[in-house]
């Protein structure tokens, strides 16, 4: 009876320091995880828009007028989350699309952060819809469908 109540002591402080080490790790590494996000973030942007100079928000400026906005979604994929970033023009039109963070399948899914698939949105202003001029991946229906909501729900905003 001892022994076990030993037992489960030395289990419950080996708990509760994993738990504390964890924590702290976390709060060490979070505040840099978010920074990385946003340069990528900001250098996805960029690609999308190379003649801005300045981008505060969703809006998009170039010598102090809006060209354009760049907008964030996402939509559940084959077995991930996918997020991307779709950029606007000001009339409304596509001028890119990028995947921000996905976990496909290798090799399938994952064929969504190509250009050939992403480029497809490019000048497109109305609900766009896979299999009518949006050619999906092969292998990856799941995957293409969800990039493909993903955008529509940026075009409807």
């Known amino acids: 009876m001892r022994s076990d109540l030993s037992?489960?002591?030395?289990?419950?402080?080996?708990?509760?320091?994993?738990?504390?080490?964890?924590?702290?790790?976390n709060?060490?590494?979070?505040?840099?995880?978010?920074?990385?996000?946003?340069?990528?973030?900001?250098?996805?942007a960029n690609e999308i828009f190379?003649?801005?100079?300045?981008?505060?928000?969703?809006?998009?400026?170039?010598?102090g007028k809006i060209i354009g906005y760049i907008f964030e979604a996402s939509e559940y994929g084959y077995s991930s989350e996918i997020m991307l970033l779709v950029g606007m023009d000001?009339?409304?039109?596509?001028?890119?699309v990028r995947i921000l963070e996905q976990q496909e399948t290798p090799g399938l899914g994952t064929k969504i952060t190509e250009p050939?698939?992403?480029?497809?949105?490019?000048?497109?202003?109305q609900r766009v819809v896979?299999?009518?001029?949006?050619?999906?991946?092969?292998?990856?229906?799941?995957?293409s469908e969800a990039v493909v909501d993903a955008v529509n729900e940026v075009l409807e905003r």
Not at 50 to 63: K, Q, S
């Open 116 to 125: 050939w698939f992403t480029d497809q949105f490019v000048g497109k202003d």
């Open 7 to 25: 037992a489960a002591l030395i289990l419950i402080m080996i708990v509760i320091s994993s738990t504390a080490i964890l924590s702290l790790v």
């Open 50 to 63: 190379p003649e801005a100079d300045r981008i505060d928000g969703a809006e998009v400026f170039r010598e």
């Open 90 to 96: 000001a009339d409304g039109a596509i001028r890119g």
């Open 27 to 44: 709060a060490m590494t979070a505040p840099v995880i978010d920074e990385n996000r946003l340069r990528t973030r900001l250098a996805m």
């Open 130 to 143: 896979f299999g009518r001029g949006i050619d999906g991946v092969t292998g990856a229906t799941k995957s």
